[in-house]
Every structure is written in C-alpha cells, then in structure tokens.
C-alpha cells in the first residue's frame, strides 16, 4: 500500500509521512528477533550422511501444539525378510523401541503421554508389543547425554517413571521399516508406531 501511494503523482507528502511512520514503528520495536524453533533436536554423535544411511537410520517425529512440543527420536531398522514379533520385537518382552540409541521422547512442556502424566524433560522408551495391545515403559536417565556415553551406560541407568498402554491394531499392508508418525485426528494427538503388521497409538495431552 505505501509503495502505490509514492507512485502516485501529487502524493509525495504522502509518502514522506508513510515512510516516516514506517521508520518510526521500527525503531520504537527495535531490531527483529528471528522466531526460535520450539522443537528439539535429536542428540546423537555422527554426521547427517552417515546416520542417514546407516542400517537403521535415524529419523523423529514431532507432536505440536503451538510452544508445546513432544519429540521422539529413534532408529528405523528394517524386517529384511524377517519376522518383526517373532525374533525382532518379541511379544511379551521389551524392546528398546528402535535401533542403536535408546529412543527418546523429549517433552518442552508437561503432558499425558499414553495415559502416563510426565514433567517436561527427557525420556527413555521401552515398549512391550502385544497383538491388540502395546505396554510403553518411560524412564529418566542419569548420564549426562544419551547419545554422548555408551549406550550401555544408558540402560544401566534408567529409573522407570511410569508404564502406559497403547491400544494396537493390524496393519493393511506390512511396514518393512519400523516406522513413528505424528497425527492430529478425531481421537487427538499421537504417536503412531508402526512396523510389521501391527500399529501402536500413543497418545499425547499437553498439560496447560
């Protein structure tokens, strides 16, 4: 708008007044402040190229609701001909939920995650897959990065802090590749696992 009002004969007044409005706005608000990304980042050793294109990349999947963020940060590892609930994540027996790392579930801010209420912090999960339902175990850590020390230090470290249920279902189609997905639906919020013939839902509820 101010640009076609200086473009206009007989407005140049006009235009010194908009401009100087303009200047005027900027510096009573001062310099900008470029937006910060409230989601976390996953905190392992490695270039992008290599995780990337390792046998069970890395990958995460966010759950957001404005500055509320859930962040899980896993390895993909594949069936390759295998099956998923006979040899790779047993039912009945926990399994770290992923590959290489222990799998993390970073909370910027309290929230309901599978019917568990946790603080905002960093989380260790373990799942024990069922064929219609999933337990999910959450534990705090005591070393000061998970991805920094051996991850055997990790799981010598964790303090369980709750179990919570996700309700699991069958797959149309099988997933080769263990698989987490963010979805908002009708049911709200949550992490969808996937991998074989079976998907998890986890919920989450941000605790306002």
Not at 19 to 28: D, E, M, S
Not at 45 to 62: I, M, Q, T, Y
Not at 105 to 112: G, I
Request: overall charge positive; proline content about 7%.
């Amino acid at each position: 708008m101010a640009t076609q009002i200086c473009r206009r004969p007989g407005r140049v007044s006009v235009c010194w007044v908009v401009a100087a409005l303009i200047w005027g706005a900027g510096a009573w608000r001062g310099p900008s402040r470029a937006r910060v990304d409230p989601t976390p980042r996953c905190r392992v050793r490695g270039s992008h190229a290599w995780l990337a294109s390792r046998a069970s990349p890395l990958d995460s999947a966010s759950v957001v609701d404005g500055s509320d963020v859930a962040f899980l940060c896993y390895s993909r590892p594949r069936a390759r001909g295998r099956s998923v609930y006979d040899s790779l994540a047993p039912f009945g027996k926990a399994w770290r939920t992923g590959a290489n790392e222990p799998t993390i579930l970073e909370l910027t801010t309290p929230a309901v995650v599978a019917g568990v209420s946790l603080p905002a912090g960093r989380y260790v999960i373990l799942t024990v897959p069922q064929p219609t339902q999933w337990m999910v175990l959450f534990h705090t850590f005591t070393t000061p990065d998970s991805a920094a020390d051996d991850v055997a230090r990790v799981f010598q470290t964790l303090h369980e802090v709750g179990r919570g249920v996700m309700i699991a279902e069958t797959l149309p189609t099988v997933t080769e590749a263990f698989t987490v997905r963010a979805v908002a639906d009708s049911g709200g919020d949550a992490f969808l696992l996937e991998w074989g013939t079976l998907r998890a839902r986890m919920p989450v509820r941000f605790q306002r």
